[in-house]
């Protein structure tokens, strides 16, 4: 079974400061995808960033990078030079890669609140 | 290209009756994965359809039930619908199978039960 973990419920961040959302996971499978979801009041998850247990790099996409601690089972986001538009849920979400299905198990989310 | 969509966006059901909700894919895109997110339980899987054939199933009753039709259109039902049925089912489609495949979620269809 596969269990995620977000511990901070809501967040606050001054426009264009950056912030760090954390997640951990627990899992046995050995390869696994780690993903970051947003999701504003309108209610659709957008796609953020995705991160394989096996990338030897961390993944990064345009303001947001993850960071990626394998032996801590740690895969933070940071979003650098925060906009209002960043103002959303934020889910950590993971698939095992063993069955090759798409079943992700999410975390129960942070929301960030950007501040002008 | 256009993207995932869900129809309808929003209904309205008493306890007892049955519904119907569909999505269908990005064009190209065969697997198409459910998910339903309630305030208290948040998001859980429901079910995967690739090639028409159910894939995955989340840990849900004999309630909620599924379909993919060839064009890759899929259809969730719920029969028997309960208050706590009540959510915003989201619809995934991604090109293929495995971690690695980008899921593109729709809007969502907001679904009432009273």
């Known amino acids: 079974a596969q269990k995620i973990t977000q511990t901070q419920p809501g967040m606050f961040v001054q426009e264009k400061e950056a912030v760090t959302l954390d997640c951990t996971y627990d899992?046995?499978?050995?390869?696994?995808?780690l993903f970051w979801y947003k999701q504003p009041s309108s209610g659709e998850m957008i796609f953020l960033i995705y991160?394989?247990?096996?990338?030897?790099q961390n993944a990064t996409e345009g303001r947001y990078s993850l960071n990626f601690q394998k032996a801590r089972k740690s895969a933070n986001l940071v979003i650098s030079a925060s906009q209002l538009g960043d103002s959303a849920m934020y889910f950590c979400?993971?698939?095992?890669?063993?069955?090759?299905?798409?079943?992700?198990?999410f975390g129960g989310g942070t929301r960030l609140m950007v501040k002008p | 290209k256009a993207g995932v969509t869900q129809t309808p966006r929003y209904l309205i059901k008493t306890r007892g009756q049955q519904v119907t909700l569909s999505c269908s894919p990005i064009?190209?895109?065969?697997?198409v994965s459910w998910y339903q997110q309630t305030p208290g339980q948040g998001l859980q899987f429901l079910f995967e359809?690739?090639?028409?054939?159910?894939?995955n199933k989340g840990n849900f009753p004999g309630r909620f039930s599924g379909r993919q039709f060839s064009n890759s259109r899929s259809e969730m039902n719920v029969s028997t619908l309960e208050l706590g049925d009540s959510a915003l089912y989201l619809c995934?489609?991604?090109?293929?199978?495995?971690?690695?495949?980008?899921?593109?979620f729709g809007p969502g269809t907001r679904l009432t039960v009273l």
């Open positions: 995934a489609s991604s090109l293929g199978r495995g971690a690695h495949n980008e899921q593109f």
């Open positions: 899992t046995s499978d050995p390869s696994y995808g």
């Open positions: 991160q394989g247990s096996y990338d030897q």
């Open positions: 979400a993971m698939s095992p890669m063993w069955n090759a299905g798409n079943m992700l198990t």
């Open positions: 064009s190209g895109h065969r697997s």
């Open positions: 359809y690739f090639s028409e054939t159910q894939r």
